[in-house]
């Protein structure tokens, strides 16, 4: 190495490239481009700016794989999930995912079930839905009754996307609100909202707000009476976006899947407890015959004749290849050790944050390792759970404060969702934070000054 080059790179370390020293645009195309490195470093820097995945306990979505998946990950990203024709390989285990699910969720006869991956559970909570208005539409043209004035039943806690679902598709949205009787969907005046353009009820196994399920039999039930005494078959589709991959593995005698006579479909996140990393749903009919043929596209495309039923079309295929390998690796008995982990760990921490004395929880992490808590009434008018998910977000921890749906939504909880990842001993430093954040707000002579409450984003 010359002299000269010697002094030009001791002027031009890492972080003063050509380009780096400079602005650059935020809401513009550069006229100019620039190295690589110098992109790479500008993008990377700026998430690290991000919180920290793994101290993100908001999500459900899963935020590490083992060191295999992410090679696997690497080599398989730039697959194109709807080029069928091309990546024949990628389409055969698509169909194999979904009838190892069928299988899990018990279905009579996986051979006569149908379903397909997707982008995410909302996109498969869609599919469900659009299914279940069909089926109703051809029912009542068959009958010759109006198709007009559908509605969908599900609780006051149901994820925003069967909301989303019911404003893009034209279908009333009818919610049972939760109470503290009634914490979640379980049949009761089920009657008072059902009729005959009901497309059918969404119980929720492991509700967004605090994880807990849903009373899919006694649903199931109350739909039976309802059909004895008017007559309506009103079948019922699960989001399981979260339970399908912990239900099966850790409480296996539980009645809520396919063995549920009026169980058709059920939609599941991949990317939850499956496990996956972001990016991939599951959905799921127990039979052929729940699925209009008339929904399902056969598509001339690059070469090959292609059906589909999806929201999308390009989309990637490495995801599905991700949750293949999980089935793979962990097998059953892989599933049952890493969710009961987690479920260890849940427990342990809505133990543990019972005792502290503050606080009263609103569930025990019974279901699936997902738990929330209110503040004690009494306990302090100087500060609540928004504080104290700002104490948390200073010392890394991501722990959402946010209202409980209608009839609660004065009431104010804090949640935690353990994923695979968070340790039992990760957890006790999160107890740690948790401790010396009420004992500063607990020593405040007054109340915090705001200028108004922050909501996290919890789904």
Known sequence: MSESDADRLALNPLFARPGESRDIPQFSLPEDPMLPETAYQFVHDEAMLDGNARLNLATFVGTWMDPMASKLYAETFDKNMIDKDEYPQ??????????????????????????????GS??????????????????RRAAGKSTERPNLVMSSAVQVCWLKFCNYFDVETRTIPISDEHKVMDGFELDKYVDENTIGVVPIMGVTYTGMYEEVTKISDALDRIQKDTGLDIPIHIDAASGGFITPFLQPDRLWDFRVDRVHSISVSGHKYGLVYPGLGWVVWKDKEFLPDDLIFYVSYLGGQMPTFALNFSRPGAQVLLQYYN???????????????????AQHLAHQIDQMGPFTLWNDASDIPVFAWELKKGHTSNWDLYDLQDQLRQRGWLVPAYPLPDNLAERTVQRVVVRNGLSRDLANRLLDSLRSSVDYLDSLPGPLPREQKTEMFHH
């Open 122 to 139: 909302s996109e498969a909570c869609m599919l469900g839905g659009l299914a279940l208005k069909r089926r109703w539409q051809h029912a």
């Open 90 to 119: 990628t389409a055969a285990i698509e169909e194999r995912c979904w009838r190892i699910l069928a299988e899990v969720w018990n279905s009579p006869d996986p051979s006569g079930s149908i379903g397909t991956s997707t982008i």
């Open 327 to 345: 089935f793979l690796r962990l097998g059953r008995k892989g599933y049952t050790e890493v969710q009961q982990e987690s479920l260890d760990v």
